[in-house]
């Protein structure tokens, strides 16, 4: 049984349905994860979460890409195939670019927190061997 129960499992057809129909980059992001949790099963989930943590994911936008690290870290070791991106992510100089040519204070601890989210996707997709 999902982990919602039986009315939860009814909407993840509903879910489906809206992600498949849209290309909203935040849109994708919350229905994925929404659809995760409400039916415990990653299928549909992880392939849209993978697209958007991309960084050239289409219709992008840097906040929703943190969002899909974040989610695919709670999803865990099924999202194994993420770790190329986000290792590709941590080796950047510059996560977070405002397009203003100089980096602002507020970009930086964007920047900051952002390589947070990723370490801590990447430590609970495959945490270190002890």
């Not at 879910?15 to 039916?39: G, M, N, Y």
Request: net charge neutral; charged share 20%.
């Amino acid at each position: 049984m999902t982990p919602g129960g039986p009315f939860f499992h009814r909407m993840a057809g509903s879910l489906q349905d809206r992600l498949a129909a849209t290309s909203h980059a935040w849109e994708r992001v919350e229905l994925a994860h929404a659809l995760w949790r409400v039916s415990g099963d990653h299928s549909d989930a992880l392939p849209a979460l993978l697209d958007q943590a991309r960084a050239d994911a289409p219709g992008g936008n840097w906040r929703a890409r943190f969002i899909a690290l974040e989610y695919l870290g709670h999803i865990g070791t099924p999202a194994l195939s993420v770790l190329p991106t986000i290792d590709a992510f941590l080796d950047q100089d510059h996560r977070v670019l405002s397009g203003l040519g100089g980096r602002t204070g507020h970009e930086l601890a964007d920047d900051l927190h952002c390589q947070t989210i990723a370490m801590r996707a990447r430590h609970r997709i495959a945490p270190p061997l002890r």
